[in-house]
């Protein structure tokens, strides 16, 4: 007999909570420029008796989380508004936000808002590196503009005058190969290269090449 009440236990159907969302998880593409993203996430009260949203947290501070009302009776729709502002963050980016209802205070709903934020500048690979006592060959690395990005690259500067870097433009501006050579490889040494921009105009940005010989 307790056999049989604990196998019904386990297969019994799970109770969702009394809000019935249109969809968990939205999924949004960025484009060249956007500095934000805002997905609106909508839900209906599918129970029989009032609900509360008690706490509404977000997995950063780079994203936000905003609710007209607290309140809704059996039947009435509400929507949560999550706005994700990028800031320095690019590539696949995936944010939650869990929803805890006083019918349900100890299982949050997960909400997920991901995007794809395109980069304006391509370091491929972002790495270069020797190991210690490695022969002293030259190494290379591209440095491309993302596609719709009006950017341009205006230079390349390197905090260490021992590793050396030689500059060969593929397509000037938009794309350029960088040969590296350290001086030696018997030690330890270290490199960054800082490649600096024009985009965005308001204030462009430096972006960073690691070499090292470890």
């Not at 934000?36 to 947290?57: D, L, R, T, W, Y």
Request: contains cysteine; negative net charge.
């Amino acid at each position: 007999m307790r056999l049989i009440l604990l196998a019904s236990l386990l297969f019994a159907p799970r109770v969702f909570a009394q809000l019935h969302w249109d969809a968990l998880e939205q999924d949004q593409k960025a484009k060249p420029g956007d500095k934000e993203a805002v997905a609106q996430f909508h839900f209906v009260n599918s129970g029989a008796s009032a609900i509360k949203i008690v706490n509404v947290h977000t997995s950063c501070g780079c994203t936000t989380a905003a609710l007209a009302k607290d309140q809704f009776a059996p039947g009435e729709a509400g929507d949560i508004q999550a706005r994700f502002t990028f800031g320095s963050h690019t590539g696949h980016q995936e944010k939650t936000i869990a929803v805890t209802t006083s019918d349900s205070p100890n299982q949050p709903t997960l909400l997920r808002l991901i995007v794809d934020i395109p980069q304006a500048v391509i370091l491929q690979p972002e790495f270069v590196f020797w190991k210690v006592g490695e022969p002293v060959d030259t190494k290379k690395f591209r440095v491309a503009i993302g596609e719709g990005f009006s950017a341009k690259v205006l230079g390349v500067e390197s905090d260490n005058p021992d590793i050396h870097f030689v500059v060969n433009p593929i397509t000037p501006g938009k794309e350029l190969e960088v040969s590296v050579t350290p001086n030696e490889t018997k030690r330890p040494q270290s490199a960054t290269l800082l490649i600096k921009t024009d985009y965005p105009p308001e204030n462009p940005q430096t972006y960073y090449e690691y070499v090292r010989v470890q």
